[in-house]
């Protein structure tokens, strides 16, 4: 989810980069889950996400549905995945000694907290969110490609842009149906972009896929491939 608010708000206004060093190690979140409960519908997935989520659990997304790991919601017109809290109002991957059993895979927002995410036009760079963990007052310097824990951290960084433009773009391709009396397709839309980067699988082919490179690796190909057709279609709707 896009947010428009000011950096002054949610953080103390500095921006960081992959090689920078910043505060917002949390020495391994030694007795706290805090930031996995009571989260609402806010733990927004992307693609990447999802398709960790399936090949770490082995399940379809259908499955993950049905098992109540994640839920639908409507995000800026879009029909998006978040993580579903329980009827304990806790992250259903937390386990019972509240550590995250889904750590190795688990989605991008869980992954750079307490950093978040601020966009420009030439890419993003990285901010510590103000007030978001208890260790607020604790947090130890840590290089930030260290901190975010990410594989094949250059084509991610790439996806996540190409990601961010896209959703960006379809924003306002449906504001501009929706005033030019095109309303209608808007669901059509929200459907697609569901089906095709959520519920379709990434793999390039049939083969068991038994290195975990592998099915990012494949991931990347064709989210890239898909991201451009899909703006093929959806740039012919008028
Ligand atoms: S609030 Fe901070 S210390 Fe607690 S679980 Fe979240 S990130 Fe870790
Ligand atoms: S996926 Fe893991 S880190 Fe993220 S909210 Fe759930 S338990 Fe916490």
Not at 7 to 33: A, F, P, Q, W
Not at 90 to 110: A, Q, T, Y
Not at 153 to 164: A, D, F, K, L, T
Request: hydrophobic share 35%; net charge negative; aromatic share 10%.
């Amino acid at each position: 989810m896009l947010r428009e608010v000011t950096m002054e708000d949610i953080s103390d206004g500095r921006t960081y980069e992959l090689n920078d060093m910043v505060k917002c190690d949390t020495g391994d979140c030694k007795d706290c889950h805090k930031c996995c409960m009571g989260m609402g519908n806010s733990i927004i997935l992307d693609p990447i996400d999802i398709v960790r989520l399936k090949n770490t659990l082995g399940f379809s997304f259908e499955e993950l549905l049905k098992m109540n790991y994640i839920e639908l919601n409507m995000v800026d017109g879009l029909i998006l995945p978040n993580i579903k809290m329980n009827e304990s109002d806790m992250c259903s991957f937390l386990d019972e000694n509240g550590r995250c059993s889904v750590h190795k895979d688990r989605p991008g927002i869980c992954r750079i907290f307490p950093l978040g995410r601020v966009y420009d036009d030439k890419g993003f760079k990285y901010f510590v969110q103000k007030g978001e963990c208890i260790k607020e007052a604790n947090l130890i310097k840590i290089k930030v490609k260290k901190w975010i824990d990410t594989e094949q951290v250059s084509q991610n960084q790439e996806y996540i842009m190409r990601w961010h433009s896209f959703i960006r773009y379809i924003g306002d391709r449906m504001l501009k149906l929706r005033s030019s009396g095109r309303g209608e397709i808007l669901n059509d839309i929200a459907m697609y972009v569901l089906n095709e980067f959520y519920v379709k699988d990434f793999t390039l082919t049939d083969r068991v896929v038994e290195e975990k490179q592998d099915y990012i690796n494949d991931f990347y190909v064709v989210i890239f491939d898909r991201i451009d057709e899909a703006y093929k279609s959806i740039d012919t709707l008028n």
